[in-house]
């Protein structure tokens, strides 16, 4: 390995072992309440030290954010290809079921940082954690549309709405029930008379329906 090669290593492993040990930071406190001193602490460096690696606060919560993005694509595209829109929606709530932590650091970047009109992206100067969420929030839509798109094609499902449209119009009803779900998992089923997984399953029996091309 060539002495750059080793150098730029080991700064990518001092940058990978901060933003492990800031994620546990901001899972429990969110972005607001996190401190780069406390993490800093965790760290074992001080807060110049940190400083060294990620430009602010919010670089470094969207190094951890990043991860939760990446995740998400992830679960989605093992399904997209099939142009499922209820596999797609499961994935959803598994990834959100079996992550929690990562999507409430989700919901504080799409309220905040997140760009959602393509042609008014981070400049070139934003941090480059900030410029690869946006990658990664621009190609999980992208695959959602497409999804969409070839269920439209196949006549699995019909709309008026553009796929873009149903897109968003999909991901905020089936966030707002996943939302629901995770506040009021403990005991779900002993209030509501059936389990959060079979609730979920009955709400996307309603959404593909009122989809279906013969409806």
Same mark, same amino acid.
């Given at each position: ?22 994620? =546990? ?11 780069? /001193? ?9 807060? &110049? ?72 992206? =981070? ?20 695959? @959602?549309?497409?999804? /969409? ?13 553009? =796929?873009?449209?149903? %897109? %968003? ?13 995770? @506040? &009021? ?27 279906? =091309?013969?409806?």
């Amino acid at each position: 390995m060539r002495t750059q090669d080793r150098k730029d290593w080991e700064r990518q492993q001092r940058e990978n072992r901060i933003i492990d040990l800031a994620e =546990p930071v901001f899972f429990a406190k969110g972005y607001d309440a996190a401190t780069i /001193i406390e993490i800093a602490r965790a760290c074992g460096y001080n807060k &110049r030290s940190i400083y060294l690696y990620f430009r602010d606060k919010e670089e470094l919560f969207l190094a951890v954010v990043l991860r939760g993005l990446e995740r998400l694509h992830k679960s989605l595209e093992a399904v997209a290809g099939s142009a499922d829109i209820r596999a797609l929606g499961r994935a959803f709530f598994d990834f959100s079921l079996a992550s929690p932590d990562y999507l409430r650091l989700i919901m504080i970047y799409e309220a905040g940082a997140c760009v959602w009109q393509k042609a008014q992206s =981070p400049a070139p100067a934003a941090g480059p954690y900030k410029l690869r969420c946006q990658r990664q929030t621009d190609a999980t839509a992208d695959l @959602m549309v497409r999804c /969409i798109e070839s269920a439209v094609a196949k006549g699995i499902i019909k709309t008026d709405l553009a =796929p873009v449209q149903l %897109m %968003m119009v999909l991901w905020g009803q089936v966030l707002g029930v996943i939302q629901i779900i995770l @506040m &009021r998992q403990d005991g779900f089923e002993n209030t509501y008379g059936i389990s959060h997984e079979a609730l979920f399953e009955r709400f996307m029996d309603m959404v593909t329906a009122g989809m279906a =091309p013969g409806r």
